[in-house]
């Protein structure tokens, strides 16, 4: 009921307006929102895209008219040209508002208003943007992660969400999160080094609440690439800081987390096998793993009863393959059942299991 009180008062100004008009002013072709995520106690800016607008001058000046939830000055409002026929305007919602968080969500499902010039000569019709608890439907879904928009760019801003209750360690909440990454599998990097008072800062999470943690970043400034550079996909893990003498460097971090590039080719999964599928402790065997991420290092851990054998593969992102002469490594070793075998990417466990032995008795 409340909702359509706003909607009524919003159609009857304009109405109003309209009569007395000279010139309607074309809807926005777009608007959006940055961050695209965001709290009402944290600043945002409003875009309107008006390349559509035909009665309106590039710079012109234009104002906003809001009346849901308030018109917090009761006045017109100015607004920002940022060129190219786009407007923007920036504020915090609980101080432009004058309104507690829950106030905000309690009053209207949208904030509803529309631009002008200053005389109310030429106006919009009837706008809005929804108003969405992000945090809350986050911390609700399930998720570890999340990110917003779907479609971010390179040069554009990429909201990242992190729910340290659902990761083993993080508990209770640390006194920062940061963050550890880089572009395309690491080949452009933004290091999480805990000893440097700017990188900690540039690193860090924000906490909104309840274990939630938020940050919001441009790929293109964060990580320091060219405008030219073509970004397939945005990889990271979350750290656990707690600041102080007895653990000044890391004090846990979470798994490793990927978010594709929008229209970026997803790439086809890892694949691991090893050859012979049977083999004794007097063979040869190769591990093999093909569509390896860039900057892949890969090493493995045999244990052989009381003998480990340990060593790196080789090759390219295509295939990495190592061999190991069975014979040879475990000529000190008396008959086994069994092999473990432990593969990392990068220092981070990807594979533990262990593989039977055909006995050497049957090879006689």
Known sequence: MK???????????????????QQ??????????????????????????????????????????IWAPTNPTGNPIPIKYEG?????????????????????????????????????NKLTGTLSFPKVNY?????????????????????????IL????????????????????????????????????????????????????KKDLVPQTYFGVSEEYEMENLVFLVVKYNGNDA??????????????????????APVFYYFPQKFSQLDMLTLVRKNNERATSLEYTITAGTKNITGEFNGTMTELRANINLLSELNSVGPISKIGLVVKRNGIEILRTDIPLVPTSELE
């Open 162 to 213: 992190f729910n340290s209750n659902l990761v083993d360690g993080f508990n209770p909440a640390p006194s920062t999160v940061h963050m550890h990454g880089g572009l395309n599998d690491w080949d452009a990097q933004q290091q999480f080094q805990a000893w440097l008072p700017e990188i900690r800062e540039k690193t860090k999470f924000r906490h909104v609440g309840n274990g939630i943690y």
């Open 24 to 65: 309607a002013i074309a809807d926005p072709d777009k608007m959006w929102t940055v961050p695209s995520v965001y709290t009402m106690d944290e600043p945002v800016t409003w875009y309107f895209d008006l390349s559509s607008a035909s009665t309106l001058a590039d710079g012109e000046n234009l104002y906003l008219w």
């Open 247 to 268: 653990a000044p460097d890391w004090a846990g971090a979470s798994p490793d987390y990927k978010i594709l590039a929008p229209d970026a080719p997803i790439p086809p």
């Open 3 to 21: 909702k359509a009180i706003y909607v009524f008062i919003g159609f009857l100004l304009l109405s109003l307006n309209t009569l007395n008009a």
């Open 84 to 120: 190219d026929r786009v407007w923007s305007i920036s504020f915090t919602p609980t101080q432009f508002f004058n309104m507690t968080v829950e106030q905000l969500f309690a009053n209207t499902e949208n904030f509803y208003f529309l631009l002008r010039d200053l005389d109310g």
């Open 135 to 159: 945090i809350k439907e986050f911390s609700e879904s399930g998720k570890v992660i999340d990110f917003a928009p779907s479609n971010f760019q390179l040069g554009s801003t990429l909201t």
